[in-house]
């Protein structure tokens, strides 16, 4: 399945937490929609082209993306795609790195709550 998600800067995120907390709000608005209409319906696929220059019969074609709309991570999958790429070869570490050293959620659910 392909990964959708949000990497903030964490010095950005603790100096601006109101911003940071709007931000990830949208993007659970963001979420919500594309859950509920998908990601190939005429307006998404009019802002994809206006805003990335894609063209919308390619995005439309393709493999949509997975944002789920309570912005919820499955873990299992984070960790098969540890294990996948640790198998490749493909990561600069040797150890499986555990959910809660990667993962911070506190501005997630911050503007969840609200």
């Known amino acids: 399945m392909p990964f959708t998600g949000i990497i903030y800067n964490t010095d950005?995120?603790?100096?601006n937490p109101q911003v940071a907390e709007d931000f990830m709000r949208a993007y659970a608005m963001a979420a919500e929609d594309l859950d509920t209409n998908g990601w190939d319906t005429p307006e998404m696929l009019d802002l994809?082209?206006?805003?990335?220059?894609a063209d919308p019969a390619t995005v439309a074609a393709s493999r949509q993306h997975h944002i789920?709309?309570?912005?919820?991570v499955d873990f299992d999958v984070l960790l098969r795609y540890q294990?996948?790429?640790m198998a490749q070869g493909s990561l600069n570490y040797d150890e499986i790195i555990p959910e809660e050293d990667i993962w911070d959620f506190s501005w997630r659910d911050a503007a969840l709550e609200n």
């Open 48 to 53: 994809v082209e206006q805003y990335t220059g």
């Open 12 to 15: 950005w995120a603790e100096e």
């Open 83 to 85: 294990e996948f790429f």
């Open 68 to 72: 789920s709309a309570d912005l919820d």
